[in-house]
């Protein structure tokens, strides 16, 4: 019947693409209608219609919301491509929201930011991460240490999760991808930062990213985006194009950004007799010391380090101001991108590949980090109205971190705590005696047991570069497989798999050794001052691998000229598995031959740390609904039921819904005179409810293979031959239900001047409830921790959005733009009885969440202040007096973020710089600990004997607080003693030159002799410079020893950050 | 919906069982006993019994002989103590199974040792509402009167087991071997087993911890334990270590791993062997390489000691970490010559018949055996020493006898069982020539008399009933002690 129809009015079939001229991808929901009749249709999500028309000579129109119409005559070819060029005054952008939906802007009841690859590749980070920093409101990026391969954290509105990420779900292409961080050493106190997962992506090979903040906007990706989502979408080729070749070359410099600041005045040693009755003070210099307590410096040459062949050295009693900055070298990293797209009449094609090799800012070649990958998007329709795509991404990470904290591999903790007077950079080679481990004397002998070096408490750094190791091996394949059938014009099939699967290998080599001091005069080193290990070899390997399939089905159907709605129901099946193993030698054996990294070289039975399989599904069910009267009102409604595998079987299923809705009321004033000046204005609304599951394994109470451990040493099983288990450490809980967010958000979105200035503006408040909680329970209960439902964490929060160009013409063109973030994060409640739960912590410092106060606050011991807030000290020894209980000292949370930029362009130049900040935070710091006691940092220097304590009080007889102006301290005493852990709570505020770039694009015109299609080279950096409160004498506040984890905030002698620039070119043939 | 059911039923935990046979929790809950007694109550209880102090070139222990702890030092005992230890003795308890009962009766009398380990160091524990998971969330404290008669009880009940015939636990018993025999007093018609030895000894410890506090309940039960037949420990109750990686002398596994000797030899106890003329001093302690003879200092006089080089305590007693015999020495749980001490004190308080100079000497020979000396040496020592059979002939009263054998056990536990020698001073006094740490913080005249409760109970245990003081007696501690000038 429909072939006779069709044969009786002799039609032809007219098919083709719509793409968007801007970023070539392909446009849905294209209206496409043959001039004067009544023949119509959409185009699908992927671009494509097909319409059928009676005779050449008919004219095609093509409008869509947010584009110039377009108007195409037919001809002789039944293929129809055309490219919509936007609409600059409607602001109808298109942008990617939950599982790959294209939507327009205006659309959207939810605050969702587009940064597209242009701006994110401006500041030259390999880290996409990183890369968002300051360019959006509402995001929270933490960079740590900025290198290649580093951790950087994204949360989005807040954490909300007390005990679960917090970090927002990175979606590419549609499928969400794993961005575990798991930080590499036995704890914070000798992390090793391995990175997250999340960088493994390549910024060039992505054209744009969404940020997805509320809940409401992440619906339909359920449990896990409840943090919010990062979609990600990848370059693609457009058809019937030419292949483009384009190359991409970024070499970057790099060196350390903030430093300590130290004291000039004091060497090495410490005092022995304190002035006393009219006589000064006396010291020993102690050749072995680590600490600067020693006499203030005179210039003359003395004596230092050991003895040996009859020598020890000498060299001036002098400060040597730059001793720990020289000691980093320039780093050094090239990403190198060479790209190849286009497309033929029915298939595009992206091939991406990509090297980024990098050796880092420590001396030598130790701190290496190189990555590989090669990215293939490729689509292609079938003539049965079906189209399919794949998408293939493989990367690979070769890499050597080195080790912070303060572990014997740790490097800068020993470069802290090298004396004043000590030129660290010249005792790098390791083949002089008196710098290195095992020597030959004057005479040839060797002496492989006797070490030269001048320090007993210390080793040298450049030895522990060379002979630790933290080696990573990392290899990843993610992509995703589609199939789309389009039956009809109206209806829309689309099947998709993706996977997402990695082995991430580590192992970590430390030295077995046993050395005394070669010292011969035996004055300053009786010869029992041994450094010895009995070395290890650990390998963890990590392997995660997730399968995703969206069945989505969808139908558009236009009621009449003025409503117009969409459906979409779609089932979602995911499977996470992932496998642990962590292996080492024997801990207190460690290895037999010295060298020899292999676990067969076990000093006594191999040590099993992990061995660890999980497996989760997860299926859903959705829908999204979608209204829109008269291109002004919309109206989006989801809604989604998941079973999880996590949950007890008989309360599995859980369900969300959520509800948006936008209102473009300038539609109505259109031919007002307010029209002038307000040029656009749209008011958004939406509420959203998100469930949440669990881990696997939460339900029941397991035992373990038994270890008793004592606080350092540990009775292993078996022992001998006897094998014994133990009880678990935590209840399980077979009742558990689902978690729940609730999340309201009301915003808009203004243009004025012919949307010159524009405006985004949101307020939002979430709140996190029946949260799935790991909590400490008393161990006399037998037990540590009890898996419950319970919790409220409140996030309100508001953002703002300021874009406006000052200056358009065809030569210049000045754009300003800047967003301020406030969040406020608060713990509504816990259990019944509970106030307080640790979410981690180190030397005396905890991170807590506590009722009534925002997540992560420290809590520790600190200082006793009066009621003004002066420190309280000792009466006799002008010490402050530490608090009888820990206080709650700061948060690491800043109070707001706020980030300013410009873009400026004169000709073919042009010109990027972006700004930001964060007020408010807290960061603890044990760079802060380590250099007051060892006597380096600039708070140790001045009067050492009698210095009064900044800001104190005195008790008087009555017992009030008088400010202390006599009472001194002796800062030898009181630093190298124990201080409460919350003296070393730094204000964590800054502002960072987080990027600038400079580039020159060569026209048509001058490459006109050439092969290049365009050219363009540039410089760029990026977190080129930081500006702290001077009461940060310390360090760059967003390192952290954690890497992307909850615990942030922690400086546990974290690596320094770095400071990037560099040249870029790009070409395209 | 069953397929889909089927699909996500895959939530069970692969990686750890969610039941575990008896046999397989035996030895955790004995190794746990063994790091308390051997590495964290070991530290405490030779340092505050003062046979070592901190060394001058180390820190990791100032804060015990300054008195001065914080909750948080306690922690991992305690949670060693009710984690490893209790729950898994009562898991074994609880266990449906049938023909375990030898396990049982070990679990019973191991829950009672374990239990007195816990309230001796903090006085008022959990007990009747501990171990029950999320039954009670904030297990409430018990007094410690009430604590001590549940270790009545729980020995009383795991005798009863012990004699019913059933499995052998054999070498999971890392203690005994299992159903192990005492041949010296066993006849065809009457087995005892070495754990029904160990039952009587504990609870003969038990009720003499009690002599002061309440001396009828003491005496009664005493009384009815020898009415019973009971015997006693011969040979030593221990676990023995050996020199694998994790499988070491806990407390020198523990100095492995911390890379420095922490302590060193007090002059209190080392003078006091001295005054004695006793051999052992040289096999307690242990001069280093560059010594040329053994020498101590004074407890907690670190400071002030920088630059002495001061002997360690020696290789047998697990204490040495540059000594690798270190790692074989045994953890002893009860000690032989403890067994004979306690029989000479219940004789010297009348609650028994018997030679209490006798017993007293078999405990000093058992403590020279076990050293490498020989009954010989342990005779010409007694002989001639001012506290061997001098102060023994001259003890009129029974204060006195009592005074004279707790002296003497508290140079057979040198080293060996620190924690049970500053639990005898706390309940005793003796010996009268304890000092006070020169680095007291505590103020004058006070002493450690008991371990405060740990953060995590303080934090965690709605019912967390509050610190008390260092110096605080435990409720069976003696109210007066006075340290030596």
């Known amino acids: 019947m429909l072939f006779a129809v069709s044969a009786m009015a002799q039609q032809r079939t007219i098919t083709g693409t719509v793409t968007g001229k801007e970023d070539g991808l392909p446009l849905p929901g294209v209206s496409v209608k043959v001039k004067g009749t009544k023949t119509g249709t959409m185009t699908g999500s992927d671009g494509k219609f097909s319409i059928s028309v009676s005779e050449s000579g008919a004219v095609i129109e093509f409008s869509s919301i947010g584009y110039l119409s377009h108007s195409r005559t037919v001809a002789a070819g039944n293929v129809i491509n055309v490219s919509l060029e936007s609409d600059a005054k409607s602001l109808g952008e298109v942008i990617v929201t939950a599982n790959a939906i294209k939507r327009e802007k205006r659309t959207l009841g939810y605050s969702a930011p587009t940064i597209k690859n242009e701006e994110l590749v401006q500041g030259g980070s390999p880290s996409v991460i990183s890369s968002l920093a300051g360019k959006v409101a509402g995001i929270n990026v933490t960079s740590s240490s900025s290198t290649p391969g580093s951790s950087s954290r994204v949360v989005l509105r807040g954490g909300s999760s007390i005990s679960g990420s917090n970090q927002a779900l990175i979606v590419v292409d549609g499928v969400p991808i794993d961005n575990s961080s798991v930080i590499g050493g036995a704890s914070v106190l000798s992390s090793v930062d391995f990175g997250n997962r999340g960088n493994d992506l390549a910024p060039d090979d992505i054209a744009s990213v969404t940020v997805l903040k509320g809940p409401a906007a992440a619906a339909l990706y359920g449990s896990r985006a409840s943090n919010g989502a990062l979609v990600i979408t990848t370059k693609t080729g457009s058809k019937s194009d030419k292949m483009s070749i384009t190359f991409t070359t970024s070499n970057t410099f790099s060196n350390v950004l903030k430093l300590p600041d130290y004291q000039n005045e004091y060497g090495q040693g410490y005092y022995d007799k304190k002035p006393a009755n009219g006589k000064p003070e006396t010291y020993t210099i102690d050749y072995r010391e680590n600490g600067s307590w020693g006499a203030p410096f005179t210039g003359e040459i003395l004596p230092w380090g050991q003895m040996i062949d009859g020598v020890r050295q000498t060299k001036p009693y002098s400060a040597v101001k730059n001793n720990v900055k020289d000691f980093f070298t320039t780093g050094f990293a090239s990403d190198n991108n060479l790209s190849f797209s286009g497309g033929g009449d029915k298939t595009t094609y992206f091939l991406g590949l990509n090297s980024l090799n990098s050796n880092g800012v420590f001396p030598g070649n130790y701190d290496q980090f190189n990555k590989y990958g090669v990215r293939f998007n490729g689509t292609t329709e079938f003539s049965n109205k079906f189209t399919a795509g794949v998408s293939f991404n493989y990367t690979r990470i070769d890499a050597n971190e080195v080790g912070g904290g303060q572990g014997a591999a740790s490097v800068y903790n020993n470069v802290l705590q090298t004396p004043r007077d000590i030129d660290l950079p010249s005792l790098s080679d390791l083949n002089n005696k008196y710098n290195g481990y095992g020597f030959t004397d004057a005479k040839g002998i060797k002496h492989p047991n006797l070490y030269g070096y001048y320090g007993t408490y210390t080793q040298n750094p450049y030895w522990i570069l060379q002979n630790y190791k933290n080696l990573n091996d990392v290899s990843r394949v993610t992509g995703n497989f589609n199939i789309g059938y389009n039956p009809y014009s109206w209806l829309n099939v689309k099947e998709r798999i993706g996977i997402d699967t990695y082995s991430d290998r580590r192992r970590t080599l430390a030295p077995k050794f046993s050395f005394i001091d070669g010292d011969e005069s035996k004055d300053q080193y009786p010869g029992n001052n041994a450094r010895t290990n009995a070395g290890g070899y650990q390998i963890d390997q990590f392997n995660v691998t997730e399968l995703v399939h969206d069945l989505m089905i969808s139908a558009t159907h236009k009621f009449n000229d003025d409503f117009e709605g969409s459906l979409m129901i779609g089932n979602n099946i995911r499977q996470r598995q992932t496998n642990s193993l962590s292996t080492a030698t024997n801990s207190s054996g460690g290895l037999v031959v010295p060298g020899w990294y292999n676990l067969n070289n076990s000093n006594g039975p191999i040590n099993i740390i992990t061995d660890q399989i ?70 958004r609304s939406s509420w959203a409810q998100v469930g949440n599951d669990t881990d696997p394994y939460q339900l029941l109470t397991t035992f373990s293979k038994a270890t008793v451990n004592g606080s350092f040493g540990s009775t292993v099983f078996p022992f001998g031959n006897v094998a014994a288990l133990t009880a678990g450490t935590t209840l399980g809980n077979i009742n558990l239900k689902p978690e729940k967010t609730a999340a309201f958000e009301i915003g808009t979105e203004l243009g004025f001047l012919d949307n010159r200035i524009s405006v985004d503006f949101s307020y939002y408040k979430s709140n996190s409830k029946d949260q799935i909680l790991s909590i400490p329970i008393p161990n006399s209960t037998g037990y540590g921790f009890s898996v419950v439902n319970a919790g409220e964490v409140q996030n309100k929060g508001v953002e703002l959005s300021l874009r406006g160009t000052i200056i358009k013409s065809s030569d210049i063109t000045w754009e300003m733009f800047g967003s301020y973030t406030k969040n406020n994060n608060k713990v509504l409640s816990l259990m019944p009885g509970v106030n307080q739960i640790s979410i981690g912590g180190f030397s005396g410092m905890t991170a807590v969440a506590a009722v009534g106060r925002p997540y992560g606050e420290f809590y520790a011991v600190t200082n006793m202040t009066d009621n003004q807030g002066r420190v309280i000290v000792d009466n006799e020894t002008g010490m402050p007096i530490p608090t009888t209980t820990a206080q709650y000292v700061g948060n690491y949370n800043p109070k707001y973020q706020a980030s300013l930029g410009t873009n400026f362009r004169y000709k073919h130049v042009s010109l990027n710089v972006l700004f930001d900040t964060k007020q408010g935070g807290m960061f603890f710091s044990r760079t802060k600990d380590i250099t007051a006691f060892a006597g380096v940092s600039a708070e140790t220097g001045g009067n050492r004997f009698g210095a009064i304590y900044p800001n104190s009080v005195i008790q008087d007889a009555g017992g009030n607080y008088i400010p202390n102006t006599t009472v001194g301290f002796i800062k030898q005493d009181y630093y190298t003693g124990s201080r409460p852990a919350g003296t070393n709570i730094v204000d964590g505020s800054f502002v960072k030159l987080r990027s600038a770039s400079l580039s020159y694009t060569f026209t048509k015109e001058q490459l006109k002799r050439t092969p290049f299609g365009s050219f363009a080279v540039g410089v760029y950096g990026n977190n080129l410079f930081i500006w702290t409160p001077k009461s940060n004498q310390w360090a760059d506040p967003e390192i952290n020893s954690a890497g992307a984890g909850n615990l942030q905030g922690f400086d546990f002698t974290a690596q320094p950050s770095v400071r990037n620039y560099g040249i870029n070119l790009k070409v395209s043939f | 919906m069953t397929g889909c059911k089927k699909f996500l039923d895959i939530n069970q935990n692969p990686n750890n069982p969610d039941s575990a046979d008896p046999s397989l929790l035996l030895p955790t809950v004995q190794a746990s006993a063994g790091q308390i007694v051997g590495n964290a109550f070991q530290v405490y209880g030779n340092m505050w019994a003062q046979y070592w102090t901190q060394s001058p070139s180390s820190s990791q222990y100032k804060t015990i002989d300054q008195y001065n702890l914080t909750n948080t030092s306690f922690d991992r005992p305690w949670l060693t103590l009710y984690r490893n230890g209790l729950i898994n003795a009562d898991l074994i308890i609880k266990n449906p199974g049938s023909g375990l009962e030898f396990t049982k009766g070990i679990a019973y009398i191991m829950k009672a040792y374990t239990y007195q380990l816990t309230t001796d160091a903090f006085g008022d524990v959990p007990l009747s509402q501990a171990l029950q998971g999320n039954g009670f969330g904030s297990p409430k404290y018990d007094k410690q009167e009430l604590v001590y008669d549940s270790i009545f009880n729980y020995i009383d009940r795991g005798k009863v087991l012990l004699a019913i015939n059933s499995v052998d636990p054999g070498a999971q018993d890392l203690v005994f071997g299992g159903r192990k025999t005492d041949p010296a007093v066993s006849t065809p018609t009457n087995i005892i087993f070495y754990w029904t030895e160990f039952a009587n000894t504990l609870k003969l410890r038990a009720y003499l911890r009690l002599a002061g506090v309440n001396p009828a309940k003491a005496e009664a039960g005493v009384k009815a334990l020898y009415a019973s037949g009971a015997k006693f420990l011969t040979i030593d109750a221990a676990i023995k270590y050996s020199t694998v990686g994790g499988n070491q002398n806990p407390m020198y596994n523990e100095m492995v791993a911390l890379g420095v000797q922490n302590v060193v030899a007090s002059s209190t106890a080392f003078n006091a062997f001295k005054n004695n003329n006793d051999p052992r001093l040289g ?130 536990m040198c080293g060996f069982q620190g924690f049970e020698s500053w639990n005898e001073y706390r309940r005793t006094g003796y010996p009268n020539f304890l000092i006070r740490s020169v680095a007291s913080t505590i103020g004058a005249g006070r002493l450690p008399l008991r371990m405060l409760y740990p953060n995590s109970e303080a934090t965690s245990n709605l019912n967390f009933p509050g610190n008390v003081p260092i110096y605080t007696p435990v409720w069976w501690g003696k109210t007066t002690i006075t340290p030596a000038p």
């Open chain 1, 614 to 683: 999980t497996k989760r599904r997860l299926i859903g069910l959705y829908a999204d609904l979608n209204l829109s009267y008269k291109n002004f009102l919309f109206l989006e409604a989801t809604a989604r039921n998941d079973w999880s595998s996590t949950l007890p079987i008989n309360n599995n299923s859980f369900f969300y819904p959520s509800v948006s809705g936008s209102f473009v009321f300038t539609e109505l004033l259109k031919n007002s005179s307010i029209n002038n000046i307000l040029s656009y204005g749209k008011l």
């Open chain 2, 283 to 412: 096999k307690f302690y242990e001069m280093l390489p560059n010594q040329s003879a053994l020498n101590s200092i004074k407890q907690g006089s670190y400071a002030s000691e920088s630059s002495t080089i001061v002997s360690y305590p020696s290789g047998l007693v697990g204490a040495n970490w540059t000594n690798a015999s270190s790692a074989t020495a045994p953890v002893k749980l009860i000690s032989a010559a403890e067994s004979y001490f306690l029989q000479a004190e219940a004789v010297a308080r009348g609650w028994a018949s018997g030679d209490f100079i006798a017993l007293a000497k078999s405990g000093v020979t058992a403590s020279f055996v076990a050293t490498g000396l020989s009954a010989g040496d342990a005779t010409t020592y007694f002989t001639n020493a001012q506290d061997g059979q001098v102060a023994f002939d001259a003890a009129s009263t029974v204060e006195l006898k009592v005074k004279a054998i707790i002296t003497q056990k508290y140079y057979a």
